[in-house]
């Protein structure tokens, strides 16, 4: 491989994996923002824009929509709850990857008025309507 390569390579490797770190970092030691005494982990979301709204698609594996708190403040949707462990009395945990506990996420909105119009759970993830107005 020529030098030129495995610089990129080198280089390319070492932002990824401080990405990742970064990711994880956000994602399970973050400071609450709705309940500033208790740590959060974040969950991944996509966001979807049309002319008339914004899709906005929370992985919340395990939550039920009425655990979750929505709230349209200025310039931020902020979303909140907890996921629980599943009741396994007899249960070893032999691998855990998805987080639980109180689970967060202030997402910084574009310039506008909206309104919160749809929600619904589809194969695990929250679904958010947000009407533009």
């Known amino acids: 491989m020529p030098l030129h390569n495995l610089e990129t390579w080198m280089w390319t490797e070492a932002c990824d994996i401080l990405d990742r770190a970064d990711r994880l970092h956000r994602q399970f ?24 709204e914004f899709k906005i698609m929370i992985a919340l594996p395990g939550v039920a929509l009425e655990q979750v708190s929505i709230i349209l403040e200025d310039d931020y949707l902020l979303i909140g709850g907890q996921r629980h462990l599943p009741n396994s009395a007899q249960a070893h945990i ?15 909105l574009p310039i506008g008025r909206f309104e919160i119009g749809a929600r619904e759970f589809v194969n695990g993830c929250l679904i958010i309507s947000l009407q533009k107005i």
Do not use: C, H, L
């Open 94 to 108: 032999r691998r855990m990857e998805i987080p639980y506990g109180r689970f967060e996420r202030r997402i910084e």
């Open 29 to 52: 030691f973050r400071p609450s923002v709705m309940n500033a005494k208790k740590p959060t982990w974040e969950p991944p979301i996509d966001v979807y824009e049309t002319n008339s």
